[in-house]
């Protein structure tokens, strides 16, 4: 079993980056995953996430208590899950809205997402060079099946740049591994 | 002159009364008998003066008359 | 509409494209977290298949030109949560009381009133059931899975239009928003109401034996009298006699509990064990995982998961309340917890608001009442 | 032209009615069931939705044709229903004031809004008269009614002006004394492709006109004394208040269905 949280500021593409990863591993690479989504409210503010639980059977446990991979794009988002983040096994950050990180046991990969999205065309598109980067520090998520997945998942003229994000993020976690 | 027949049907009448003042030609007139749900039903006083206006029919909330002619 | 095939889809999306395979040609709604999605869904694709969407102005409203379509005979849907269904409570009577097939969907949310709106929560088990006035019996479905969300989406309208009645699809938000693959399937059960031979009459009551009368539409020239007040066979108004209101009403409730064998369903492993841990909706799913874990580690319980809440499966209850400990898992403190007080009687209770626990805190509870 | 043995016959059923004597509830009947025969809609194709009160009971059971008694205030949504589901027929909803401006006002507005292609004959008595004659919507400020012993301290609104602002194609006013005008309006109503909305004033003796000393006779005659066809009148105008070509809910909906290629 494999968990995954990836989290922000309600409006960064939490749960859209949640959906293309669950969508990627289940139908593109054969998984049992359940995504949910977590959000308050209000459209634009607050705590946003997304939870993947990924396994090779069906699957009953659909919490994270402490997920394996954590990919965080805002930091006050960080800062509230400060003891989580103490124990998961992977970080993965937004350094260009993360600047802080706590003592953690498991492995930081500083990841400039926003800035590394913004060169190719938009800062959304961050949430998508994490994405491209949890290819590159986990085993199980295969970085061909993102890219047949966003594909599919975005319109037309977003695509090519969503490609892009991808393999910038993947790329840019191999130079610190 | 053609022949003028006013149908009343006692039973369905309520005795508001409605019919028997808009007559312009006083064709009705109350009855003094009660139908069976006490209502003093209209009776055709003389039905030569009426003049085909239906404004009885019109206004009878009740459909309980028709005329013919 | 999707074709057939496999997908990663929102439990609310499911849904709506359930629907739209089961046959659903006229939906009405009112925007709500968390049910939105439905309707999001249906208000694109529905007119591609054919199909009437509109948005009304409250869930009144929604409910009620449901009804109105489906006297024309279409099939027809509204999706809903806490607050709206409280709002088609009244209409929810008068589905039940002119016999009008319609499927209501109710995406739970953690109530009371305004509540936690993005939330899952249970707490409708009961209105579901008793949320109209007067002496009733109504069908409800629980899916605990977004493959369930589909299934027992095109359950809804099979059960609504064989016994002419409203179907409640009681979701949480826990299966309404959560993705996971489902499979839509070439084909789907349909069924459609009965119609009425030629110089039939006789449309709000009959002697047949499933106690389901046949169902015109309007304009075939019936001179159609529909109307919630207690009624005779032809379907005109007594508001007064003893033996209208008797049979009338015996009949609606008949309907559903005479056809109890057919309409219920539920899932159970090992169900005589020491333990029966009885769950249902988005929160079986680690109630579930925990059983599983607590057998692997040789404790002896068991799993039964209600998929008709109402009819509640009560005989089953009863028998398993009768060998076993019952610990029921629930997202919410009332939610179908007095059905099961009154069918078992050593019963325990893991309650649980605002969201799902893990496996490992339901196995814990587990534990806990073995000792 | 057909009489009024063959109107009975094929509109009107279980007869006598409940409504009380020298209730305009009849008269309304009769009016829209001549506004049919003189249209070119087929009796087979008519809905009649109500809600609940005495003005509902108008078409359900009485009048012969499919008829939907639904429930306080929500005729016009079960009526939307019904013809978006299935454009070729015709809808009429039949309400009482209450029943459509104060329950069901919201759903009035929408409606109006919508500009749905629905006919609504609002039979405005002016209180609360099935349960007993309680203030509504529609008492005038000052009238004393069942609840409202001291007079009415509220206000009463216009009803018809209201629908007219909300977007309605076709708004009109009439009163019981108007029998062919009120044909005729019921018909145009039916012509018109969009919300048709007739203010029907009716009398009430039971209720209302007990109250004041007045019977059917004496209400109908008040309608004529009080009510004037000339706008600048100080008298309560009857007539049509708006007539005017609009975007239509329901043909908008298949247009699109149309477009997307939907059957």
Partial sequence: MMKIRIGGWAGQGTVRAGTILGKSLALEQGYHVVQQR????????????????????GLDELVIECPDHLLVLYQDTLDQWEEMASKV?????????????EKTSGRVYKVPAGRIAENIATSKAANVVLLGALAGVSAEVDLNCLEKTVKKEFPEKYVDINVEALKKGYEAVLEKR | MTKKIIKIDRDLCKGCGICIEYCPKDVLVGSDDLNRYDNHFPEVLCAQRCILCRRCELYCPDFAIEVEG | MMDAGEYFLEGNIACAEAAMKAGCLFYAGYPITPASEVMNHLSKELPKVGGRFVQMEDEIASIASVIGSSWTGLKSMTATSGPGFSLMQENLGYAVMTETPCVVVNVQRAGPSTGQATKPGTGDVMQARFGSQGDYEIIALSPNS????????????????????????LADAGVGHMRERVKIPEEVEIVDRKKPSSGEKEFFDTSEEDHVPPMPNFGEGHELLVTGSTHLGDGSRDTASFSAQDRLVRRLVAKIEDNKRDIEDWEERDADAELVVVSYGSMSRPARGAVKKAREKGHDVGFFRPKTMWPSPEERLKEIGEGSKVLLAELSLRGYRMEVERCVDDLYVYDRLNSLPTVD????????VLR | MITAAEIKEKYVRNHPSPFCPGCGGGMVLNAMSRAVERSDVEKEDIVAVSGIGCAAWIPSPHWRVDTLHTTHGRAIPFASGVKIANR???VMVVSGDGDCAGIGGNHLLHGARNNIDLNVLMVNNGLYAMTGGQVAPTTEHGERTLTTPHGNPASSFEVAEVVKAAGASHVARWTTYHMKELIAEVEKAMETDGFSFIEIMTQCPTRKGKKQGMDGIDMLAWYKENTSKDKESDKMFVGTLCD?????LVGSIYRQIDELGGV
Avoid: C, N
């Fill in chain 3, 361 to 368: 805190e339901v196995y814990e509870k587990i534990l806990e």
């Fill in chain 3, 146 to 169: 977004v493959q369930e969300m589909f299934d027992l989406t095109v359950r809804s309208f099979a059960l609504s239009e064989r016994y002419r009645v409203p179907v409640i699809l």
């Fill in chain 4, 244 to 248: 005017v070509e609009k975007p239509e």
């Fill in chain 1, 89 to 101: 096994e992977h970080l993965i950050v937004d350094s260009s809205r993360v600047g802080r990180v």
């Fill in chain 4, 88 to 90: 070729d027929l015709e």
């Fill in chain 1, 38 to 57: 977590s959000y308050s409210a209000a459209v634009r503010s607050g705590i946003a996430y997304s939870d993947v639980v990924v396994d090779h059977e």
